[in-house]
């Protein structure tokens, strides 16, 4: 089955960051005519909705409770049979008038939904409210996907229970395993299970963009039906995002409004290919690039995951933006999980930190390296700053980190950057050495080569052994690609000079221990010359090299 083509902006490269708003915060601005509406409302119709819904919802609970009761462990494996299964529809009218009574008063569809035996799957988007629930009425009560948590709820546990989720635990390692062999099962199976009614995002957004579908609803291979929910109003008191409004405000603000519109749309079944049926990612793409199109947003690759990573920069007082860095993309494209994300954020951190807006600028990226800042320094750091603002958040340290740094910090790099160091072998570097080098590098200054010397001095012996300088160049993998460009000018001085050298014997047809004899003053205009074609020649192998680090889009490598 063909699919439209979603509305998607142009980047020149698949790792840069799309520019979308945040999906995981919405700001709710009421304007002074909102305000009275609501303080109005709070005092008069609010009160009523309030004891209407909660005697509705008393109502509901020993149905729910009844339907449920004395069921074998067994039984709870089956679907709800004769009368249990026949309690479903006063639960549907009692839910429907639960919401008329919130607001809700009309549920617009379109299009048709299609029965179990055409599509055992429900594929809902975009999820942005707990009043998505309204969905799951409209639908029938279908099975749902569930967190594991919600079946411990006062009063709505029950309720939950009733429709017999796929209970999904995002603690559990094993979860998401167990999660999709029971929708497998479910929608394989003839006893006559419900519909499952899915939304693959697994968080709420603000439905500016369709974040990355969990591909749980689309390992069965089985035809689908893509259901969109849209709320056309004015004032959105709707949308519960990590950032926002909590959910006790945005069930009074709702219940302020005279009317709530939702329009549930659902689109034709969905028959994956063959292709799809084997790769469950490419079904759910193409399915989330179909319903983007018709709802007419972008979309991106963030996953709830980066929630998580969101929720560690607010703990150390960053913006939360830091962590949004399309999680789902990074994974696939460098094979980083979630662990090592983590890690790295903590490294990012410690460069980072008393920084205002939470990014690396040049003088804290040398500040960290212990080094004054030079040409090579920001040829690396540009570099890592992909989007040329110069400042690198935490996405671009991650790429700089696995795409720059990490392919240089080789085993056989650590060890040609100690020779250098060490060329007697001793087996050991001195403060002496290590600062003959570094000044000549680098052009680090005595206090940094202290400071530098006593970071991988870690045990205090007064020199650096191999074991040392190897973990520290693993804690620091940006030495490495330094180190890399250093040897690299050294390499191109070297040839330089030896052309110098073999030029003057050419001249004067001289033995290397002559060449100290005085030249004239003709010669010396010529060398002169000759030296300065030999320098431009030289900055032109320097600036081939730096062009050189320049990563390859895509490129796939993994952090140690």
């Not at 929608?187 to 969990?214: H, M």
């Not at 690759?301 to 999680?327: R, S």
């Not at 900055?539 to 990563?551: C, F, I, K, N, Q």
Request: one cysteine or more.
């Amino acid at each position: 089955m063909e699919t439209q083509r979603s509305r998607v902006f142009p980047r020149q490269n698949s790792m840069l960051l799309p520019n979308v708003k945040n999906p995981f915060v919405y700001k709710l601005e009421l304007k002074w005519h909102d305000k009275i509406k609501i303080g109005l409302m709070s005092v008069t119709v609010f009160p009523l909705r309030l004891l209407l819904v909660s005697i509705l919802l008393l109502i509901c609970w020993p149905i729910a409770f009844v339907a449920v009761w004395g069921r074998s462990e067994k039984e709870q494996g089956k679907p709800m049979t004769g009368w249990r299964r026949a309690l479903q529809r006063p639960l549907g009218m009692l839910g429907r008038l639960c919401f008329v009574v919130m607001g809700f008063h009309v549920v617009r569809t379109r299009g048709e939904r299609a029965s179990r035996d055409e599509a055992p799957l429900l594929v809902c988007a975009p999820h942005s409210t707990f009043f998505d629930a309204v969905v799951a009425l409209a639908c029938g009560l279908p099975s749902s996907v569930a967190r594991a948590e919600s079946s411990q709820t006062p009063l709505f546990g029950t309720l939950v229970a009733f429709t017999q989720p796929v209970f999904v635990s995002r603690e559990d390692g094993n979860s998401r395993q167990n999660t999709i062999r029971e929708i497998q099962r479910r929608v394989t199976s003839d006893e006559g299970w419900p519909q499952i009614a899915i939304f693959p995002e697994g968080t709420c957004t603000n439905r500016s963009c369709l974040i990355t579908y969990k591909a749980g609803a689309f390992y069965p291979g089985v035809p689908i039906q893509p259901v969109l929910v849209r709320y056309p109003n004015r004032l959105d008191t709707l949308t519960w995002t990590w950032e926002g409004l909590d959910a006790a405000s945005i069930f009074w603000y709702t219940l302020c409004q005279f009317n709530t519109n939702v329009e549930i749309e659902f689109l034709p079944v969905y028959k994956p290919s063959e292709e799809e049926r084997a790769n469950p990612k490419l079904y759910a793409r193409n399915v989330r690039q179909l319903m983007a199109a018709k709802l007419d947003v972008p979309v991106t690759d963030h996953t709830y995951d980066d929630c998580k990573l969101m929720e560690v920069a607010l703990q150390h007082n960053l913006p939360i933006e830091i962590g949004l860095i399309e999680f789902n993309k990074i994974n696939q494209k460098l094979g980083l999980n979630l662990e090592t994300v983590r890690e790295l954020m903590s490294k990012y951190l410690e460069i980072a930190r008393d920084s205002e807006d939470g990014r690396i600028t040049l003088h804290k990226f040398a500040q960290y390296l212990h080094l004054p800042v030079t040409a090579v320094l920001e040829e690396v750091f540009s570099l890592y700053d992909r989007s040329g603002t110069g400042v690198i958040d935490f996405r671009e340290y991650i790429i700089g980190l696995s795409l720059v740094s990490q392919p240089s910090n080789t085993e056989e790099t650590i060890q040609s950057a100690f020779k250098m160091f060490d060329p007697e072998g001793t087996g050991h570097i001195t403060l002496e050495r290590l600062g003959k080098i570094m000044y000549s590098a680098f052009g680090m200054d005595a206090l940094q080569i202290r400071q530098l010397f006593r970071d991988v001095d870690v045990d205090g012996l007064g020199f650096i052994t191999y074991d040392q300088f190897s973990a520290h160049a693993q804690k620091k993998p940006e030495y490495a690609k330094l180190f890399h460009v250093y040897q690299t000018l050294h390499s191109a001085r070297e040839k330089v000079q030896q052309a110098d050298e073999a030029e003057r014997r050419l001249e004067y047809g001289l033995d290397p221990p002559q060449l100290g004899l005085t030249r004239s003053p003709d010669v010396e205009l010529r060398e002169r010359r000759d030296g300065a074609a030999a320098a431009e020649e030289f900055e032109t192998a320097v600036a081939g090299d730096l062009r050189s680090l320049t990563p390859t889009a895509g490129a796939k490598v993994k952090v140690a």
